[in-house]
């Protein structure tokens, strides 16, 4: 692993619905709201933020939870935005449906990835997609230049919107890109100086639960399950000889599927043993390194009553923001959210933050 790494690992997918879904929303691309007459320049944000106020909304200013003080006055001077309120796109303030439409509102950067490809011992291998971002003005030795390592959520790839857009916002500050699946515990002597999540689902029981009431299994849960039978039956020949895929692929929820088949294949006595140890809640107290964590207490994937929000406190390495609104990878704002979204900014101002700042925090 090169040196000066930062783990910012969104963790949850944009579900590539759009054969089913876009029809539905093109309507909108060149739709005015203003009339072009009035000659009037305005900022669709501070729009939003207006209707906000005569609706008489809920919002507030995220919640800042962090067990030290010197991370929370770091990010407060480094990384403001964490202290602004959050305002939602009027029209999609709603938790399912900015889960469900960002993927097919928000821009898709064009990116070019290298690709590269290690063999490991068990006949398997580690698919890594590199962007370089050679032409970095601000770093031009590759040696030195700050790299981002991002791992996208359950059945996340490299070309989901999200990550597009973090990799075009670290392209605009210099730094280069790292894309890959899977991170092994590496301890104290790790090489990552700092890290983020987005979404993450603390406790994975809750999240199951969740999932499975009748609307988020409609909207969610069943396609999700679908996606990773699809991911594993491609793979058929590999799993037959230890797992029953027939079974596997009559799952109907997340939680079938995880029973019949990752408990199974990792070797997990039952899936409440995996759940257990698949729960990110239980590893947080042994963080050393400033993490900052975005959820929204909106989050169908992420129930607000599981968020570890007393652990927190007990770190001084872990900041967690929570926003009223924003859904699962969502964070739309703004009249028409098609470049930005407030998770963006999120990541462009923390990453810029560790990378320029990161030294104050050892001195604070």
């Known amino acids: 692993m090169r040196p000066g790494l930062l783990k910012l690992g969104p963790s949850g997918e944009e579900e590539e619905r759009e054969q089913s879904f876009s029809s539905c929303w093109h309507v909108f691309r060149h739709s005015t709201l203003i009339p072009a007459a009035l000659h009037v320049t305005v900022n669709p944000f501070e729009r939003s933020q207006t209707f906000h106020r005569r609706k008489n909304c809920k919002l507030a200013k995220p919640q800042l939870v962090t067990g030290g003080e010197s991370f929370s006055r770091f990010l407060q001077d480094h990384c403001p935005v964490v202290t602004e309120t959050y305002y939602p796109t009027v029209w999609c303030w709603e938790s399912r449906g900015q889960t469900l439409l960002r993927p097919f509102i928000t ?9 590269e490809l290690i063999k490991t ?103 999700l399950t679908t996606c990773l039978q699809s991911s594993v039956n491609k793979h058929r020949h ?22 019949r088949f990752t408990a199974v294949m990792f070797g997990y006595r039952t899936i409440d043993d995996y759940y257990t140890d698949a729960s990110p809640n239980r590893r947080l107290k042994s963080v050393g390194i400033p993490v900052l964590c975005l959820n929204s207490v909106d989050d169908v994937f992420s129930p607000s009553h599981a968020i570890p929000i007393e652990t927190a406190k007990q770190n001084p390495n872990v900041a967690l923001v929570l926003t009223s609104y924003g859904g699962h990878i969502g964070f739309l704002e703004g009249i028409w ?13 923390f990453v810029q933050a560790m990378v320029e700042h990161g030294h104050e925090l050892s001195s604070m």
Not at 107 to 115: A, G, H
Not at 200 to 213: D, P, R
Request: glycine content about 6%.
């Open 337 to 349: 959210p098609r470049q930005s979204t407030y998770m963006d900014r999120v990541f462009k101002q």
């Open 121 to 223: 011992a068990d006949g398997g291998q580690i698919s890594l997609d590199w962007f370089d971002n050679d032409s970095s003005k601000c770093y031009m030795d590759a040696s030195t230049r700050p790299t981002v390592l991002l791992l996208p959520g359950l059945t996340g790839t490299s070309k989901e919107s999200y990550i597009l857009h973090m990799i075009h916002l670290s392209e605009e500050l210099g730094y280069r890109m790292l894309l890959l699946n899977y991170l092994g515990k590496i301890g104290p002597k790790t090489p990552l100086k700092a890290a983020a999540t987005f979404s993450v689902g603390w406790n994975t029981f809750a999240c199951s639960e969740s999932l499975e009431k009748p609307l988020n299994w409609l909207l969610f849960n069943y396609y």
């Open 107 to 115: 821009s898709k950067p064009l990116v070019q990835y290298r690709n």
């Open 238 to 259: 590999m799993f037959v000889k230890l797992i029953d895929m027939d079974h596997v692929m009559k799952a109907k929820s997340i939680r079938e599927f995880d029973k």
